[in-house]
């Protein structure tokens, strides 16, 4: 049983701020339900989004790890003409967060990337170096058009729409583990745009059958996502 199926004591509420639960006060309408129990079933849908977000990420990582490696060998992210200064930087905290060794295996460090890194490099790529010296780094001509494509077979096979979906994916998982509202959508950074909770599931879906069309359909199914969503009020 939900912590949203069943009425919460009186004294949950006054222990919530009025800041927190100001979001689910302008929401609550839309649903059809008080903003106490909106709270609640967005709390429902923050950890079954987080069991989809956890097979989604798995998936995203190893994919283009596995084609990395292929195209230039496991130790490809310690290739200084690869990446650019972002991705370097991500893997030297990875490597001291993890506390790796020369002689260590690399899915020590590849376990330590957070998604960020990995959703970064689906970009058009940075720099690297500082002027006069400041060079920059194209990615799709050094990581998505040699290997990282090949990550995604059931796509459309243009990198910027696969970055796209996994940016909002990314948001989605950014969002949850600051405990932020959901219920409202979640704003793509850097744009107006908001994906309604529907719209994000299908993201996470999407991505993951891009890389491979069984497992995405079985998340599709398996997801309890949906059922929050339909057995919700609105």
Known sequence: MGYDAAPPPDELEPLLSAER?????????AWG???ISLYLLGGELAASFHRDLGVAEVVLRNALNDQLTERYGPRWWADEQLLDDRGQAAIAKAWTDARCAEDGPSGRLVAQLAMGFWVHLLESGGYVGKKP?????????????????FAFPNSTGIRSEVHAVAH??????????????????VRIPGTMIRRSPAEIHDDIV??????????GDWLAVRSHTPVLLRDAPN
């Open 21 to 29: 639960l100001g979001t689910y006060h302008r929401h609550a309408p």
């Open 33 to 35: 339900v008080p903003p």
């Open 133 to 149: 010296f400041r060079r920059r780094r194209y990615y799709d001509a050094t990581l998505w058009r040699p290997a990282l494509r």
């Open 168 to 185: 909002r994916v990314y948001a989605l998982r950014n969002r949850i583990s600051h405990c932020e509202p959901i219920v409202g959508g």
């Open 206 to 215: 999407t991505l993951v059958r891009w890389v491979s069309a069984p497992v």
